[in-house]
């Protein structure tokens, strides 16, 4: 009798299930291949982004230190920042007077994964609000304006012009109103007097409220404002503090005056005599006038401890291109009576709008800069009654005005630790300023392409 085995077919059952082990060997095999790729790709695609962030950082840098300067509509680049064995190639454009564009491809080594970011870099305004006091702005008189004009333009197509004729800025809440003729502070406004301000701007609202209870519907300032410009339509709050007068945004006026060695000014009394009223820039060469005070390598500039002007100054061969800029240790004096870069003004009533707004001075070709602190009682700046200056005063950690001193017209810009005056000061705002930066950079936006 044959005897027939259970084993009989399993050789072919267990080739199957070899086959079928292999099959799913293979499957898996792939799968973890392809998750490591994909894996290795999502690091790569994630470190690329990285990388071109690398070249941005770089062009941040490089524009801060003043190691690239550009015209506007000007080019640098192409450059190349390595991250390791990695690499961002990248170029940096001046869109306009403080904005700046970075677009920087990450590529990398090891895949050749790549990916480009458009980073938007924005310098911060230098001269805006047209006029600032950090701890105080005390408006008084009955007379006094805020508003703003633009010198730059010498046609009639201004910015905001409320008197095409004329070009000068509409209150910001008119048709075309730009709202740059502001007061700023970032504590308190006193508007003792019948004050005709078309712009006030409370900054630090978040971490400095006005007391509780004090702000009502009539004035949402609050205890930080006094007087009748503190209504809704004038005012504005801005969460963020507008800091000037810190370590860092001093430093470049640290720096100037640490370097005066070659940028002695020759007189530091003017007007007392016709042949000592003239100012004049250090260089009037507008090669070595790229930039601004605040950026790195400008080497346009005196200085002194103080400088006082008793009598009528003029500017000459001197532009906002190859401004007279000036930077003080202690203080700025300027007597009653007396016009700065206003040759015009001598033969005008300063008391009658209408000629007030018939010149528009160019208020960048004036520019002083002022270290001192605020002392317990006066001001390092003063300017005295019925005066005027055009020009740039820069003195955040300084007084400006005092009792006495009324009727005082500004043209251009005021930035100051306090700003105090028995009353009739007038700011009449240079718009043409808005575009000087201070060396200082944030980002505006970031995308990817």
């Known amino acids: 009798m044959r005897v027939e085995r259970a084993e009989a077919g399993s050789l072919t059952v267990s080739l199957l299930v070899s086959i079928v082990v292999a099959g799913i060997i293979v499957v898996l095999t792939a799968t973890i291949l392809q998750s490591h790729n994909t894996v290795r790709f999502d690091r790569s695609f994630t470190q690329a982004v990285q990388v071109a962030d690398a070249g941005v950082q770089e062009a941040y840098h490089r524009l801060a230190t003043g190691q690239i300067t550009l015209p506007v509509g000007g080019v640098a680049g192409p450059f190349t920042t390595t991250l390791g064995a990695d690499a961002a190639n990248w170029e940096i454009t001046r869109t306009g007077g403080r904005t700046y564009e970075v677009v920087s491809d990450g590529t990398m080594d090891a895949d050749g994964v790549a990916r480009r970011v458009v980073v938007a870099l924005e310098e911060k305004s230098l001269f805006f609000p047209g006029a600032f006091g950090d701890r105080l702005v005390a408006m008084n008189g009955t007379s006094t304006n805020i508003d703003s004009y633009e010198s730059g333009t010498p046609d009639v197509n201004c910015a905001g012009n409320a008197v095409p004729t ?49 702000v009502t519907t009539t004035n949402p300032g609050g205890s930080r404002c006094d007087g009748n410009p503190c209504t809704s339509d004038v005012l504005r709050m801005e969460a963020d503090r507008l800091d000037y007068g810190s370590d860092a945004e001093m430093q470049f006026i640290i720096d100037k005056l640490d370097n005066c060695d070659g940028h002695e000014m020759p007189e530091t009394v003017l007007g007392s005599k016709k042949e000592d009223s003239v100012l004049r820039p250090q260089n009037s060469d507008p090669a070595a006038n790229q930039g601004s005070p605040a950026d790195p390598g400008w080497d346009n500039y005196w200085c002194a401890d103080t400088l006082q002007i008793n009598g009528d100054v003029v500017l000459e061969d001197a532009s906002p291109e190859t401004p007279v800029v000036i930077f003080l240790n202690e203080s700025y004096k300027q007597n009653g009576h007396t016009n700065v870069n206003c040759p015009e003004c001598g ?64 043209y251009g810009a005021m930035i100051c630790r306090r700003i105090d005056n028995v009353g009739n000061w007038a700011f009449h705002y240079d718009e043409s300023l808005h575009d000087t930066g201070r060396g200082l950079y944030s980002i505006g936006s970031w995308r990817e392409e």
């Open 166 to 214: 004329q070009c000068w800025g509409a209150p910001w809440n008119t048709p075309g109103g730009t709202g740059k003729g502001a007061l700023g502070t970032n504590e308190n406004f006193d508007f003792s007097g019948n004050v005709n301000v078309s712009r006030a701007i409370l900054y630090d609202w978040r971490d400095n409220p006005p007391a509780a209870g004090t």
């Open 347 to 410: 033969s005008l009533n300063m008391n009658k709008l209408e000629d007030v707004r018939s010149i528009r001075p160019k208020a960048g070709t004036l520019q002083i800069y002022v270290r001192s602190q605020a002392p317990t009682k006066g001001a390092n700046v003063l300017i005295d009654t019925h005066s005027v200056f055009a020009g740039v005063v820069y003195a955040p950690r300084a007084g400006c005005g005092s009792s006495g001193n009324a009727g005082v017209h500004i």
